[in-house]
């Protein structure tokens, strides 16, 4: 009788052991520790054995049934804290990994460059004023001492806008209206910057696009020399390309400034780089803007926003910042 009690036992305990989950060791619970489970099938039999052997079966019967329960308590809660940990490593979320492959843009090449333009005129005390892309050809030209028949319109390449018919409305071909639209605004003295999207009739190569960005430069106060436009050149090259940048001045000619120049900006290396035009207001311009030519006079300039950007990170073709191409955008 004792053997089979130990017998029952040790099938019981290796049924608890074989239990996978917290579900499976209930089951055995209920069949082998339950009433009609084998030890208590063995109980119900001590009421035929002798009375000396009925204590010791009783009491191998009952030191069967507490290890079968310790056994079966132990597995279930082993099963239960497994289950929690596998559940707890499922739920995890790694935010850093999340973090990592989100994809943020930033601003173009040209967006850079204008805005570092901004911050470098803003140092040197200049406020910034945008126009209209869409102009009149009395902002765009007329006001700028460049009447209907006059030639140098005929460099502008301009786009026109099929709103009006005679070609008053277009596509404004640089900045320049905008000194206009200023001194219409706000009285003098004037020290402000406009950068902006410009449009010129040209087929793309890899130094022109028909959309391209400029920023004007405007100055009118009382006695403003050409010296003041040279040293302010000259500053805002020290500032924006380094010390070891200088400028210079070359003539040229521009219907809305008088005297006119070129400046160019010389590289460390002793070459140069062409970056835009200049001059001193035409007193036509100054009038045009309401402004009395004997009291005020000022200077401006104008020059290539994305050209700057080109050579700040030696971009070869001009199409290639405008092409929209992820994998040419994403290095800048
Ligand atoms: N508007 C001229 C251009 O687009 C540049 C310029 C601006 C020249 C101001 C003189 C003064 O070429």
């Known amino acids: ?12 305990l290796v049924r608890v052991a074989a239990s996978c989950t ?6 055995v619970d209920a069949e082998v520790l339950g009433k009609k489970g084998p030890l208590a099938g063995l109980k119900t039999g001590l009421g035929g054995l002798p009375v000396d052997d009925r204590k010791a079966v009783g009491q191998a019967i009952n030191e069967a049934m507490t290890a079968v329960r310790t056994a079966i308590d132990e597995r279930s809660a082993c099963l239960r804290s497994e289950q929690t940990t596998a559940r707890i ?15 943020r843009g930033h601003p173009h090449l040209s967006t850079q460059a204008w805005e570092r333009l901004e911050d ?12 209209p892309e869409v102009e009149t050809d009395f902002y765009n030209f007329e006001a700028l001492n460049m009447p209907r028949s006059h030639p140098a319109r005929s460099g502008f390449d301009t786009l026109f806008t099929d709103y009006n018919p005679d070609g008053s409305v ?15 605004e706000i009285a003098p003295p004037i020290y402000m910057v406009m950068p902006g999207k410009v449009f010129r009739r040209d087929t793309p190569d890899a130094t022109h696009m028909p959309v391209f960005h400029q920023i004007e ?11 003041h436009l040279a040293g302010t050149i000259d500053a805002f090259t020290k500032a924006f390309f380094g010390g070891g940048f200088s400028s210079r ?17 010389r590289r460390p290396d002793g070459t140069w780089i062409e970056l835009g035009g200049c001059g001193m207001v035409h007193p036509n311009v100054l ?39 992820i994998r040419f955008i994403e290095q800048f």
């Open 287 to 325: 009038r045009a803007g309401g402004l009395d030519p004997e009291v005020w006079s000022g200077f401006a300039f104008g020059f290539g926003i994305d050209r700057m950007a080109r050579e700040r990170h030696g971009v070869d073709d001009l199409r290639d910042m405008f092409s929209n191409d």
């Open 22 to 27: 917290p579900d499976e060791v209930r089951a």
């Open 249 to 265: 001045l070359r003539p040229n000619y521009f219907p809305f400034t008088e005297p006119s120049a070129e400046f160019d900006i």
């Open 120 to 131: 470098v005129f803003v140092g040197l005390g200049f406020q910034i004023a945008e126009g």
């Open 170 to 184: 277009l596509l404004r071909t640089h900045t320049s209206p905008v000194q206009i639209r200023v001194m219409r």
């Open 89 to 103: 490593a499922a739920e995890r979320l790694d935010l850093t990994e999340v973090v990592t492959r989100q994809r």
């Open 217 to 227: 430069g405007l100055v009118v106060d009382r006695n403003i020399t050409m010296t």
């Open 1 to 12: 009788m004792i053997d089979e009690v130990r017998q029952a036992r040790d099938a019981a």
